[in-house]
């Protein structure tokens, strides 16, 4: 959605209260007490109230929303501006352009909805071809230790994130060139170098079916006993230009979008970083992302580490 139809559609606190209503009440209500999921909306109070036991749920209740006092438009506004941009925001420029009084408030809700945008996506598993590798991404360090830190791999300067891509090979029926198409990805941060991380991290997240293409890692070994099959090549440039081309391209590109926009990123908050940049790059050919993370941030799965 762009910053005018934004404006025209919701003019006011009360039209988007009206639209995110409407919204739960096409996706469905939950019941707290009872888990019923048939509600009906009592105007008189503005809530849900369920069918079966009467318990009343409020608009904001099972939602990214929850116990937020922000009023409706400053959180769609947040959506906004998170969606509409490609390369992403700043929460120091984000309370500039909102006309916020406090940073820590509008910081706190982008990482709400970070994680709801993290959660949307482990909901599915990637398929067909996969391409599979680790980067390494710059943390912030205090500066009163940079000097004592090695650099280079292992070194506590950096985060290694393992990143996986669904492509698909095309061949041009006149010339006879084989490229690869690419539709989803994946990234997620390792805590260590184990083979065990990385197998419980390629079950969770591809199909059994899946054939995954990656270099000859000794974390990659057993692999195999995942996936239906595998191909190990050894990484060098010729590696890295055919066989784990998307790969290599996501890296590239989110570590200029987090150098560009934020500079030096928490390693604790890192994985929430590398949600939003998935999660917009997985959407790139829709309409419009604001509509898919407001269905998303109605859902009370963004709440659970599951």
């Given at each position: 959605?762009?910053?005018?139809?934004?404006?025209?559609?919701?003019?006011?606190?009360?039209?988007?209260?009206?639209?995110?209503?409407?919204?739960?009440?096409?996706?469905?209500?939950?019941?707290?007490?009872?888990?019923?999921?048939?509600?009906?909306?009592?105007?008189?109070?503005?809530?849900?109230?369920?069918?079966?036991?009467?318990?009343?749920?409020?608009?904001?209740?099972?939602?990214?929303?929850?116990?937020?006092?922000?009023?409706?438009?400053?959180?769609?506004?947040?959506?906004?501006?998170?969606?509409?941009?490609?390369?992403?925001?700043?929460?120091?420029?984000l309370q500039r352009?909102?006309?916020?009084?406090?940073?820590?408030?509008?910081?706190?809700?982008?990482?709400?909805?970070?994680?709801?945008?993290?959660?949307?996506?482990?909901?599915?598993?990637?398929?067909?071809?996969?391409?599979?590798?680790?980067?390494?991404?710059?943390?912030?360090?205090?500066?009163?230790?940079?000097?004592?830190?090695?650099?280079?791999?292992?070194?506590?300067?950096?985060?290694?994130?393992?990143?996986?891509?669904?492509?698909?090979?095309?061949?041009?029926?006149?010339?006879?060139?084989?490229?690869?198409?690419?539709?989803?990805?994946?990234?997620?941060?390792?805590?260590?170098?184990?083979?065990?991380?990385?197998?419980?991290?390629?079950?969770?997240?591809?199909?059994?079916?899946?054939?995954?293409?990656?270099?000859?890692?000794?974390?990659?070994?057993?692999?195999?006993?995942?996936?239906?099959?595998?191909?190990?090549?050894?990484?060098?440039?010729?590696?890295?230009?055919?066989?784990?081309?998307?790969?290599?391209?996501?890296?590239?590109?989110?570590?200029?979008?987090?150098?560009?926009?934020y500079h030096k990123?928490?390693?604790?908050?890192?994985?929430?970083?590398l949600d939003e940049?998935?999660?917009?790059?997985?959407?790139?050919?829709?309409?419009?992302?604001?509509?898919?993370?407001?269905?998303?941030?109605?859902?009370?799965?963004?709440?659970?580490?599951?």
């Amino acid at each position: 959605m762009k910053i005018l139809e934004f404006v025209s559609k919701f003019s006011d606190e009360q039209s988007c209260k009206e639209y995110f209503r409407d919204i739960r009440m096409k996706e469905g209500v939950v019941c707290k007490k009872c888990g019923c999921k048939k509600h009906y909306w009592l105007l008189s109070k503005w809530q849900f109230q369920c069918s079966k036991c009467n318990f009343r749920t409020t608009l904001k209740s099972g939602t990214v929303m929850e116990n937020s006092r922000l009023p409706f438009r400053t959180w769609s506004l947040v959506m906004l501006f998170m969606t509409t941009t490609k390369k992403g925001i700043s929460a120091c420029e984000l309370q500039r352009q909102i006309g916020h009084k406090r940073y820590m408030t509008v910081w706190s809700v982008m990482h709400r909805l970070r994680i709801v945008m993290g959660k949307r996506d482990d909901l599915y598993q990637l398929s067909d071809m996969i391409e599979f590798d680790e980067g390494y991404f710059e943390k912030q360090v205090p500066e009163h230790t940079k000097s004592n830190l090695k650099r280079g791999r292992g070194s506590e300067r950096q985060v290694n994130v393992a990143v996986m891509a669904e492509s698909t090979p095309l061949e041009n029926l006149k010339s006879g060139k084989i490229s690869n198409h690419c539709r989803f990805f994946k990234m997620k941060v390792l805590k260590s170098h184990m083979a065990t991380e990385i197998e419980s991290l390629i079950k969770d997240s591809l199909d059994s079916k899946a054939i995954v293409f990656f270099d000859k890692s000794t974390s990659y070994f057993n692999i195999e006993n995942y996936v239906e099959g595998h191909l190990a090549v050894k990484s060098n440039k010729q590696t890295t230009i055919v066989m784990l081309k998307w790969v290599h391209i996501a890296i590239s590109n989110a570590k200029r979008n987090f150098l560009g926009v934020y500079h030096k990123i928490n390693g604790e908050y890192l994985q929430n970083y590398l949600d939003e940049f998935v999660y917009k790059l997985n959407r790139r050919y829709f309409k419009s992302i604001f509509e898919r993370l407001v269905v998303a941030s109605v859902y009370p799965y963004w709440q659970t580490n599951e």
